[in-house]
């Protein structure tokens, strides 16, 4: 067990934000799938990456990752992918392994049944249950054979999906839809999505279809409650780069309002990322925030606390739950529900660690109730092996009178494996260490 021990001071400086996961999971899957090599700038390999990277190459796409130097623990580590792309994929070893990655298992499902192999999908950690009704309906609608552990991962599954109206609920998970848009183009025949509630994560969906587009591949939107997918379609290959991560981003901005001067560096003030919203909610709690083409900066900020929905942007909630607990009167997140099923509960995992601090958190069942504070009191808390919760445990570090401790503090390389680095560079006092198993 990995633990980090933070002496709590202001953060301070630049920081470089790492590519965007979300794009970087869209761009090597459109990579693979179209024919000719793509070459994909700005990647960090982080857990969730290499996850996807290594499951397109057991479908027989060829991926070459540039810069493979052994990498200086204080340098970047971004690296430029070559990938070499096919439309006839074939299974390399029967087996994907998803990690603890959700949207690798969700995008790779439909993906990899188009080589109409049986195929296995492991997992580990929460991923290992978190649900997969969506497809196992569509499964058996569409005779194609499957077999799970109770519901549970390792799934088997074997056949070939088909082109059909798919009739989808909006409130579970964004990445069914996605993972359906990537191959629906590909099938013989014209497909719909139709959306039987509210579509949550509409930016997500926007991400993919943008994604689609860049490489060749077209959808109708429907005002997000149908979309048509027209049949033989092909993904033609390009480069493109990978912008700034606004989910991590959101990390460095609550802590520069906590802390002193934080300038957020390679983010696209134009970018589809639903989790750009944190500049919208920080701005209406009355952060100090200033938005150039160049860079965001954020200064030391009184805040308010107001009403945050968390339908569109369910990631940044950790670390908006940190500012709300130190700024003034009370803050509510509602629509937060599907904040339960991520790689961990995050609502309780979220409220439970930072009122050991001295937070006032109350938990409902699809809400949070925050009343805040001046400053948090620090001790020992743990991430729940949840890298956003670890990250967000972190910045609330600035506002405690005594040392924190995070156990199981290496969760962040799910996403940010620089983390730790990135908040040394800006002034965090850490000491780490192992406890052993």
Not at 12 to 39: D, N
Not at 130 to 158: H, M, S, T, V, W
Not at 228 to 251: C, L, P
Request: a negative charge; glycine letters at 6%.
């Amino acid at each position: 067990m990995d633990c980090v021990k933070i002496t709590p001071s202001n953060l301070e400086g630049t920081v470089k934000i790492p590519p965007s996961k979300s794009l970087a999971h869209r761009a090597v899957i459109c990579a693979g799938l179209a024919e000719g090599e793509s070459i994909i700038d700005n990647i960090v390999f982080s857990d969730d990456i290499t996850a996807t990277t290594n499951a397109m190459k057991n479908l027989g796409v060829i991926v070459n990752r540039q810069n493979l130097m052994e990498i200086d623990k204080n340098e970047d580590n971004r690296e430029t992918l070559k990938v070499k792309g096919r439309k006839d994929l074939k299974l390399l070893k029967d087996s994907i392994d998803c990690i603890e990655s959700g949207s690798t298992l969700r995008f790779l499902i439909p993906i990899a049944l188009l080589t109409e192999e049986e195929v296995t999908f492991k997992g580990r950690g929460k991923l290992v249950s978190r649900p997969l009704d969506i497809y196992y309906e569509i499964f058996q609608k569409q005779d194609i054979r499957y077999k799970n552990n109770n519901g549970e991962l390792p799934l088997k599954a074997k056949g070939k999906l088909k082109p059909d109206v798919f009739e989808l609920k909006g409130n579970v998970s964004s990445q069914f839809i996605s993972g359906l848009l990537f191959v629906l183009p590909l099938l013989d025949n014209d497909s719909k999505i139709i959306m039987t509630t509210e579509l949550e994560s509409k930016g997500y969906v926007d991400l993919t279809i943008d994604m689609l587009y860049k490489f060749g591949v077209e959808i109708e939107n429907k005002d997000y409650k149908q979309f048509y997918i027209k049949g033989n379609q092909k993904y033609e290959n390009r480069n493109y780069r990978v912008e700034g991560d606004f989910s991590q981003a959101a990390f460095w901005i609550v802590a520069g309002i906590l802390g002193s001067n934080i300038k957020c560096e390679d983010l696209s003030i134009d970018s589809l990322q639903g989790d750009k919203a944190i500049l919208d909610i920080v701005k209406k709690m009355g952060a100090n925030i200033s938005i150039t083409d160049e860079h965001i900066e954020v200064k030391n900020s009184k805040t308010k606390g107001i009403v945050i929905d968390a339908s569109e942007c369910p990631d940044i909630i950790p670390v908006l739950t940190v500012l709300a607990a130190v700024s003034e009167g009370t803050t509510k997140v509602i629509n937060a529900e599907r904040l339960r099923i991520k790689e961990c509960d995050r609502l309780k995992a979220i409220a439970e660690e930072l009122n050991k601090i001295g937070a006032d958190v109350k938990e409902l069942e699809d809400s949070l109730i925050i009343k805040g504070k001046e400053s948090l009191r620090g001790g020992t808390v743990d991430s729940w092996n949840d890298h956003r919760i670890a990250m967000a445990m972190a910045v609330a570090s600035v506002k405690c009178k005594e040392p924190l401790t995070i156990t199981n503090s290496n969760a962040v390389k799910k996403s940010y494996p620089q983390f730790w680095n990135d908040f040394s560079m800006l002034g965090g006092k850490i000491d780490e260490w192992s406890m052993g198993q």
